[in-house]
């Protein structure tokens, strides 16, 4: 079973243009490293505050100081040297995903990030859902290559991840079950709707159960949070 209740990897979409993307003299980017301090915010932004590759909430991961501005083609390779300072090539991702990833870049084609088999999915033109899923259980299914490849180059199954994703998927289902409640109960309050009070009871012990459940998904992280 897959749930369709939230959105993983959703499409992202870059901003026409950078508050400052060049340097006053006209042709030159300005360095990633002034970058990196001052538009990072804006990068963050437009990765909708997630790390384009494992979708973590930066806020799970560490906060925004943990996140870095991966530069998606290797500027240390050199056909991409001349990308080093391009904003265009900055994407918002988590230490680990970032070193993970390192200089990789396998891509036998000549111009797209992968060629079929093995590769990156870019978020900003390439749509991930296409190439990953997220199953009930947080389990994340690789649809079509190169998923597999960067699935495995990533470690995106580890159990941190799976749990992060499970708490998403219980999150979006407690708001939408509160929701429905929420009109239930203030019928019955207003003397309409069908509950009787012992289903409003019952109904309530439901969501302490899931609110348990929660806790429980949220404990790993909170001492995580500790370190
Ligand atoms: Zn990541």
Redesign the pocket.
């Given at each position: 079973m897959t749930t369709s209740m939230i959105e993983f990897f959703a499409p992202l979409k870059r901003r026409a243009a950078y508050t400052v993307n060049r340097t006053k003299k006209g042709d030159k980017f300005y360095s990633y490293e002034y970058f990196r301090e001052h538009f990072r915010d804006e990068i963050a932004e437009d990765c909708a505050c997630r790390?384009v590759?494992?979708d973590?909430h930066e806020m799970h991961?560490g906060g925004r100081e943990s996140m870095e501005l991966d530069h998606f083609r290797p500027w240390s390779r050199p056909e991409f040297a001349h990308l080093k300072n391009d904003p265009a090539n900055f994407h918002h991702?988590?230490g680990?995903?970032n070193r993970l990833k390192g200089a990789a870049w396998p891509s036998t084609h000549e111009t797209e990030p992968h060629d079929g088999t093995v590769g990156f999915v870019d978020p900003f033109t390439d749509d991930r859902r296409q190439y990953f899923d997220v199953r009930a259980d947080g389990t994340l299914v690789c649809k079509k290559h190169p998923a597999t490849y960067i699935a495995k180059l990533?470690q995106l199954d580890r159990p941190f991840l799976k749990l992060l994703r499970l708490r998403r998927i219980l999150r979006a289902e407690l708001s939408a079950y509160t929701e429905t409640m929420h009109l239930k109960i203030k019928a019955v309050a207003a003397g309409e709707g069908s509950l009787t009070a012992e289903q409003v009871a019952a109904e309530w012990l439901k969501f302490r159960e899931y609110q348990q459940l929660l806790e429980l998904c949220d404990a790993p992280l909170d001492s995580q949070r500790g370190h």
């Open positions: 790390c590759y494992c973590s991961v991702a988590c680990r995903c990533l």
